[in-house]
Structures are given as C-alpha cells and as structure tokens.
C-alpha cells in the first residue's frame, strides 16, 4: 500500500486556502464589527476584542496533522471545509459572570453551530487544563441576504470567549506546548494543576467582591434615601447620592469631581453621612451661593460652602489645603461675607463627636 504524501497533501490545502484567506479575513472583521456593539448594549466589560484569519503557516501545519486512530493518514482529509478557525474571533473579559452574557450575545447574532467547553473536553481527555469556551459559528441567513455579507454566506467561524486571566492560562499553556499529562515531569505536572486551581480561585474571588461592591451600592443608596445616614460609608457613589438627594442632581459633575471630594472629606475627618447631614442642616446653600458668587452655583460648589458656613474656622483648620495662605484668605473672607448677611456658623468639627 502506498504511504500517504503528507507533503504533497499540505502544499495542495495551502494552495486552496491562500485563495479563500482574504474572504476569511473579511469574515473575521465582520464578526468582531457585529459584537463589539452588540456586547456594549449589553454593558459587558470587554478587555479585548480580536479577529483574524488564520495564517498560510499555521493552516498548513494543521493541515497536515496525522490522524489520532491512524498516524499514516491525515487527520484533515479535506483542510480547507475541516478546519473550523480560519476565521477567529476572541472576547476577553474580566469576570465569570460576563461570559454568560456573552453567551446570550453569540447565540442572538449569530448561527450557533457548535459551543464546546474545553474543561470539560480536557477532563474527558485526561488532561489537565483552564475553562475556554469555544463556538462554532455562520452569519444568520437573514444577514447573508444583505449584499456586504453575501460572499460569507455558509463560512464558519470559530469565536473564543474567556476571562483575562483563562486567556493568562491560555498564553501560558500555548508557551509550554503540553500534548497530554504524561509529557511534562510531574513536579511541573503537579504546579500546573494548583495553578488552574489558584486562577479559578481568583476568578471566583473576583466575582465575588463585585457583586458584594454592587450590593453594598445598593444598600447605601437605598440607606441615603430613605435617611438612614449614619450606616452609610464616605465614597464617591454614596457621595453623588446624597448630593443629588440634598442638591438636586447636577450633570456636569465628574466621576472625578467626586472622588475628589470624598477623599477631602475624609481627610477633614468626615466618617459617615449622618456627620455631614447635621453639619449642613439649617442652612440654605443658594442663599449661601448668592451671598459669596452673586448666583446660585452648581452642586459640589454650593455644597463645600455649605460645610464652610456651618464649620466656620474649623473648615480651614481641619481642610488639607488649610495652611496655604491663598485657602486661609478665601476662608476668612467668605465667613466676613456670611457674618454680614447673618449667616453664622455652628462651628462644627467632626472630630469633636
């Protein structure tokens, strides 16, 4: 029997494939085009959002793999329709739970042929590996009819979606190059398994801390709502709270503007709202904003007057900028302001409770 030309087999699908490559490329943008909104109106985090074709050497080292059951035939007998990722596309995103969404994404864009969790293949394999879930796609036909995805129609495309640190383990299992849990010393073998172990951990962990971090908004705004402020911790998202509540919403404050102030709070020595609340009470910040700027100011301003006023020389003392002599200036001259529209203050400190 005449032995089989792997050879000749691998120069006869690289011949194929450099003419159907382009077209591939293309299927690849398109799809990668096709999620990013998709997975934006979702409002998934995405840390990367790659495609590509495959490249002529990788196709034709592929290619020309022999088969599993029979090392004299190829595993590929026909390459080009076989082979599933000439076209690949990989969301990488930061936690667990991002992936079930994704899931649902891929499965409303696109015709899924294939999902394949590759844990669970490696644990069938006798492997030891990291969770990648794989899938295996085709644009829906309604798109296909439209003329810039005609030429797509019927290609597969391969999408991979994992969290960052699945792809870290990927990155790392691709160096190494591991054919199966025999071909590494089992001192290594042994490291391999608690690190998946670890990275799965962590991934868990990550999870975990923000759906405590979202819970734990939850209860703080719903604490601010209702008045409920002295359980309620100093940080930006608290602080916008409030503010919007005692303030009236303003939308031309930053993220940043607030976590500024936060920290100034707490650097004066702020620990909860209820302190901020019966410092601030009694007093009318437009009216405060009108005596020092002539108008009603917007809200973080009116708000740090409003601790001035009702602080008095304390709000220099214990304010971090409180030994520059342009602060200390300010100060004294807006209390002089406020004293002579009998605006006094409470003198309030934080830190005298």
């Known amino acids: 029997m005449e032995k089989f030309d792997f050879n000749k087999h691998k120069l006869k699908a690289i011949e194929a494939y450099q003419k159907e490559q382009p077209k591939y490329e293309i299927l690849a943008n398109s799809i990668r085009k096709i999620l990013a909104p998709a997975l934006s ?82 644990e069938e394999q006798g492997k030891f590996g990291y969770k990648s879930i794989h899938y295996l796609i085709q644009l829906k036909q309604d798109r296909t009819k439209l003329t810039e995805y005609r030429e797509l129609q019927g290609l597969t495309a391969e999408i991979q979606a994992r969290t960052i640190l699945q792809h870290a383990w990927a990155e790392m299992e691709h160096d190494i190059q591991y054919k199966s849990s025999t071909t590494i010393p089992s001192s290594i073998k042994r490291r391999f398994i608690a690190l998946a172990g670890m990275l799965e951990i962590a991934d868990r962990e990550f999870q975990a801390i923000q759906d405590e971090d979202l819970e734990t908004r939850k209860i703080a705004d719903k604490n601010i709502q209702t008045g409920n402020f002295s359980d309620v911790e100093i940080t930006p998202k608290a602080l916008k709270s409030y503010l919007d509540k ?8 930053t993220e940043f503007s607030y976590e500024f102030l936060a920290k100034q709070l707490r650097k004066i020595g702020f620990e909860n709202f209820k302190q901020i609340d019966d410092c601030i009470t009694g007093y009318d910040s437009t009216q405060i904003s009108r005596i020092l700027w002539g108008s009603k100011q917007g809200q973080i301003l009116r708000f740090e007057d409003t601790l001035l006023a009702s602080m008095g020389e304390n709000f220099q003392l214990l304010h971090p900028w409180g030994e520059q002599d342009w602060f200390r200036d300010r100060v004294s001259r807006c209390l002089k302001d406020l004293k002579k529209n009998r605006i006094l203050p409470k003198n309030y400190s934080p830190l005298a409770e």
């Open 41 to 122: 109106l979702k409002n998934i985090n995405i840390h990367k959002l790659e495609s590509r074709s495959k490249e002529i050497e990788s196709f034709a080292k592929k290619a020309a793999k022999p088969s599993e059951d029979n090392p004299e035939a190829p595993k590929y007998p026909d390459p080009l329709n076989e082979i599933t990722d000439l076209a690949g596309v990989r969301i990488i995103t930061f936690l667990p739970k991002d992936l079930t969404t994704i899931d649902t994404c891929i499965q409303e864009e696109f015709d899924v042929k294939e999902k394949t969790d590759k844990s669970e293949q490696l």
């Open 246 to 253: 005692k303030f009236s919403p303003d939308q031309r404050m």
